[in-house]
């Protein structure tokens, strides 16, 4: 399964995730690094919830 590739502000679907940054840092502003996910106790930023999740699991014992 593809992960999913779609812009939070607007909706649309993008066929890469280069191409979601692409139209987030264009169209948005948004920075080109959209690491939204990031730990609570040490800062590290992930690009996915699972990516922060497992970070956690390993990094913090959580
Ligand atoms: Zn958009
Ligand atoms: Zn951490």
Do not use: R
């Not at 940054?21 to 996910?37: L, R, Y």
């Not at 040490?42 to 990516?51: E, H, K, L, R």
């Amino acid at each position: 399964m593809p992960e999913q590739l779609k812009c939070e502000a607007c909706g649309i679907d993008f066929p890469t995730k280069e191409a979601m940054m692409q139209h987030g840092a264009t169209v948005h502003k948004m920075p080109s690094t959209s690491n939204q996910f990031s730990c609570k106790s040490c800062g590290a930023q992930f690009d996915s919830m699972s990516a922060l999740q497992e970070h956690g699991k390993k990094a913090h014992a959580m």
